[in-house]
């Protein structure tokens, strides 16, 4: 068994043949770590990602069905909680969990319009206008022939 | 820590920004160009970002194509990542199998696949050494050069050998007699003519490549863009080229004296090359019976088959061959609809037809030819369809009808492992078929060689 610490202090214990999904916890394993710190993750993702790797540690070809109706509900978060996933993933080189958080991300700007995108990625507009509308223009020809018709959802 | 400073840390939503930027091109690899150009504008950082070929486009290409082909091979690595991203784009759409419209051939069947760095179509046809195996004869090779330039190659004989990562004609080191420069148009998503390159150069200008029905139209016209992009660039030069008949890389003189030699030689000229995709190769769960299959009619000849489904329910067999003729006979191998079908097990007297005839096997495989012995084989019969070798509709017993209804009569007897047999009620035989291919691959190939 693994102890795992959260940024909040909590600790959980796993089996470390479930953990081992996680190239970040297999190399400590494999230098015998029991206790491992993770300081960059909240209790509140660290959650989620055991909740991941848990489903994911039996991939018998029965619950292949399964686990992809599961993998799609997991992806029904919100915006913050999938980027903390995204954070908690690449640091714990979790490549399956990022493979399927990456689509999903995308999928969240797609067919929108630029400020509508900022706003979804929380992207600072450093453009005066001056330069916004110069790079508008220069980006023009991909919005030739078809309606700019982006939505702020 | 204070509480007022977590509650405020965790009030803060995250952003993009945070993210290291092999995590945010690995998220913005799956949007469309459009997209992308609506997201470069969010900030300074991510316009650099977005015009940064290597990185940006290249994920682009890598995500949607990585796993069937090798995205840093194409044009010898040297070419925009952004032009090969559109350049794939048209190539996806001829990946399957084409048939042959409006001429009469016995060699109707094409399939354009993925290579290392270049799309290869071949001529696929049955075998004539009285085996399944299908015969596939590469023929065509599209590519593009290390400048950027699309260049499509007929190579009749199909003796060349793409090992090089290079498509420019001067450097592949072959008597140019052998290769045909040519373009491959698209007349709609379906539809593509295969025409001999009348400037002689294999480079097929994108500017002549139809685009009235390309399916990504509203990216294709992005490629013919406004002043300062890319592809302005790209089109000017290739105004000039047509202009002055001067290439890009080319030698005018060098190449004049090529095209003396070639008429010298007698090349003949290539008449252009229709094909029409076919648009459902395989059986699916609900129409097991679709696709492209092959199967011996008599026991020395192995022939192509394609079942269609239609949308009032009909599904028909023809011969390849014979659909691919101009102004082609309607007359199937075999029609029924989808609705005739009765489910295993089968009533005696149906058990009795199927059982008391022979399956057609080619010479090769048979252990003495003349055997006449009942199928007793594994085939284990999932379900049965009645059919008729004509469309006429066949009454029994009504005067004045054209078809002798035991003439046209037959059967269809779908096994469990997902291939099938026919036979017409005026013989004793069963034509056996199996799928041609599957996967995306054509399964029995026969060594080239061999033929």
New interface residues.
């Given amino acids: 068994m693994i102890t795992l610490q959260s940024s909040d202090k909590d600790v959980f214990e796993i089996e470390q043949s479930i953990l081992i999904q996680s190239g970040t916890i297999k190399n400590m394993v494999e230098d015998d770590f029991t206790f491992i710190p993770l300081p960059s993750v909240d209790t509140e993702t660290l959650i989620k990602i055991i909740e991941y790797m848990k489903k994911h540690a039996d991939k018998t070809d029965s619950k292949e069905k399964n686990i992809k109706e599961f993998d799609k509900d997991f992806m029904k978060k919100t915006l913050?909680e999938l980027?903390?996933l995204?954070?908690a993933a690449?640091y714990l080189h979790i490549s399956s969990l990022?493979e399927l958080l990456?689509?999903s991300?995308?999928?969240r700007?797609?067919?929108?319009?630029?400020e509508a995108?900022?706003q979804i990625?929380?992207?600072?507009?450093?453009?005066t206008p001056e330069e916004?509308r110069r790079?508008?223009m220069?980006?023009?020809?991909?919005?030739?022939?078809?309606e700019i018709e982006?939505t702020l959802d | 820590m204070s509480t007022t400073a977590d509650e405020v840390i965790n009030t803060i939503a995250l952003s993009f920004t945070d993210f290291p930027e092999d995590v945010q091109l690995n998220i913005l690899s799956f949007l469309t160009p459009l997209d992308i150009s609506n997201f470069a504008c969010t900030s300074k950082r991510f316009v650099t970002l977005c015009r940064d070929d290597r990185k940006l486009w290249f994920s682009m290409c890598e995500r949607k194509w990585g796993s069937k082909t090798h995205i840093n091979k194409w044009g010898n690595g040297m070419i925009s990542y952004k032009i090969l991203y559109y350049t794939l784009l048209q190539y996806e759409n001829l990946i399957g199998f084409w048939r042959r419209s409006g001429v009469e051939t016995d060699v109707p069947l094409v399939f354009f696949e993925w290579g290392r760095f270049y799309v290869a179509g071949s001529r696929v046809k049955p075998s004539k050494t009285g085996s399944y195996d299908a015969v596939k004869m590469p023929f065509l090779w599209m590519g593009i050069t290390s400048k950027g330039e699309v260049v499509n190659y007929l190579d009749p004989v199909g003796k060349l050998e793409l090992n090089e990562n290079v498509m420019n004609l001067d450097d592949l080191g072959v008597v140019e007699s052998d290769l045909v420069p040519v373009n491959v148009n698209f007349m709609g998503k379906n539809h593509v003519v295969v025409e001999e390159n009348g400037s002689g150069f294999g480079y097929s200008a994108r500017g002549s490549s139809s685009s009235s029905g390309n399916v990504r139209e509203e990216e294709y016209e992005d490629l013919c863009g406004s002043p300062g992009s890319l592809p302005d660039k790209l089109m000017s030069e290739i105004y000039q080229y047509f202009a002055n008949k001067t290439s890009p890389g080319g030698n005018g003189s060098a190449r004049r004296q090529r095209r003396r030699e070639r008429e010298r030689q007698g090349r003949r000229k290539w008449e252009p090359e229709d094909y029409v995709k076919i648009v459902n190769p395989l059986p699916t769960p609900d129409r097991p019976l679709q696709g492209l299959w092959k199967g011996f009619c008599d026991d020395t000849t192995l022939e192509f088959f394609l079942v269609s489904y239609d949308d009032i329910g009909g599904i028909a067999c023809r011969r390849l061959v014979e659909l691919c003729k101009p102004f082609s006979a309607y007359a199937p191998v075999f029609w029924t609809s989808n609705t005739t079908f009765i489910r295993s097990p089968l009533s005696s007297e149906e058990e009795n037809i199927y059982e008391s005839r022979m399956h057609i096997q080619p010479l090769s495989e048979a252990d003495e030819p003349c055997e006449v012995l009942p199928s007793s084989d594994k085939r284990v019969i999932l379900c049965m369809h009645f059919m008729n070798s004509s469309y006429d509709l066949v009454i029994p017993d009504l005067a004045g009808s054209t078809v002798n209804p035991r003439q046209a009569e037959g059967r269809i007897w779908q096994y469990e492992d997902g291939t099938f047999g026919f036979g017409f009620l005026r013989d004793n035989y069963i034509i056996d078929l199996r799928c041609i291919a599957q996967n995306g691959q054509i399964l029995e190939v026969a060594d080239f060689s061999g033929e």
């Avoid at chain 1, 700007?109 to 630029?114: G, L, P």
């Avoid at chain 1, 990625?121 to 453009?127: E, P, Q």
């Avoid at chain 1, 220069?138 to 078809?146: L, R, S, Y």
């Fill in positions: 913050n980027f903390a995204v954070f690449n990022l990456y689509p991300i995308a999928d700007i797609k067919d929108k319009i630029t995108i900022r990625f929380s992207i600072r507009c450093d453009f916004e790079i508008i220069d980006n023009k020809w991909a919005h030739e022939g078809t982006g």
